[in-house]
């Protein structure tokens, strides 16, 4: 996308103030992939659920910084929760899906994923009265062989998709994507706009800096400069995401799982909300939607 069509209002040092995208994936912490061998799906109800009061404080902290957001939000969520969902699009802000069961689109067959993708929105749309016109896949589990999905979102009327990540990661990501919101044609010829997390560029290599557990790792003053680079140097909007069970310190530990998954998971929860405070308050940030209106 070109700079100069990104909304050129002025911030206090005269400079143009580019319009960041803030994301959240509602889901539960329960519903996480790294903890799914030892989760099953149908043991969800059987676990205490933390995610509406969680999306409540993430409410909460939006309102007091002013700032809208897009939401991703699992189709098992806001069928339990539909009050949740009507009041997350009755602030104003936008509401996507993340799926319906947290599957992982590349073990999906087409057909899985279409059937996947209609019920979370079925879902949501029925809970809020909003028309879903975005997606996020799970875990960003998406792979340059199931491009296919570009094919099914589009034909279900999708607009925009938030589901490659480039990064190399052992669960996910396309390395040599591109790092920026950019039309996609899918196999068939359609379009989609694929907005990626945001990566911050050294050494030739990707490092990722669109938030989750690289929010809550890494320290505030790289996301600041990783911010700030993208926006002043090479004129493009950060994109940010985290989940309401990252600003709960106080949820359930799971037992059994690895030292790698357990400190990827609980690493730094006390602090993820203070950061966010802090990057709302330095920052200009809006929804897919709105960032699309001023890019036009």
């Not at 995610?51 to 700032?67: D, F, I, K, P, S």
């Not at 062989?145 to 925009?160: C, K, Q």
């Not at 039309?183 to 800096?209: C, H, V």
Request: hydrophobic share 40%.
């Amino acid at each position: 996308m070109d700079p100069e069509e990104e909304a050129a209002v002025p911030d206090r040092d005269g400079r143009p103030l580019i319009t960041n995208i803030l994301t959240v994936d509602v889901e539960d912490y329960f519903h996480v992939s790294a903890f799914e061998s030892r989760i099953p799906r149908d043991s969800w109800p059987e676990y205490p659920a933390r995610v509406r009061e969680n999306t409540v404080r993430v409410l909460e902290m939006l309102a007091a910084a002013g700032v809208h957001a897009t939401f991703f939000i699992l189709g098992w969520v806001a069928q339990r929760y539909p009050a949740l969902i009507r009041e997350i699009a009755t602030l104003g802000h936008e509401v996507a899906s993340h799926g319906q069961n947290h599957g992982r689109v590349r073990r999906m067959s087409p057909e899985e994923f279409r059937e996947d993708l209609r019920a979370s929105r079925r879902t949501i749309e029925d809970a809020c009265g909003r028309k879903v016109r975005g997606y996020r896949a799970p875990s960003f589990s998406v792979t340059r062989e199931s491009f296919w999905y570009l094919d099914v979102l589009a034909e279900e009327g999708i607009v925009f998709d938030s589901s490659i990540f480039p990064v190399r990661h052992d669960h996910y990501g396309i390395p040599d994507f591109d790092r920026f919101p950019t039309w996609l044609r899918s196999p068939s010829g359609a379009k989609i706009l694929e907005i990626p997390p945001s990566t911050f560029r050294i050494f030739g290599r990707n490092i990722p800096m669109g938030g989750g557990g690289f929010l809550r790792l890494f320290p505030l003053p790289l996301f600041r400069m990783g911010i700030r680079s993208l926006n002043d140097r090479e004129g493009q909007p950060a994109v940010l995401y985290f989940h309401p069970w990252e600003i709960d310190p106080g949820q359930p530990k799971i037992p059994g799982i690895s030292r790698k998954t357990r400190f990827r998971h609980y690493c730094n929860l006390e602090r993820t909300e203070g950061k966010i405070r802090a990057l709302l308050s330095e920052f200009s940030f809006d929804t897919i939607h709105a960032w699309m209106q001023e890019a036009g």
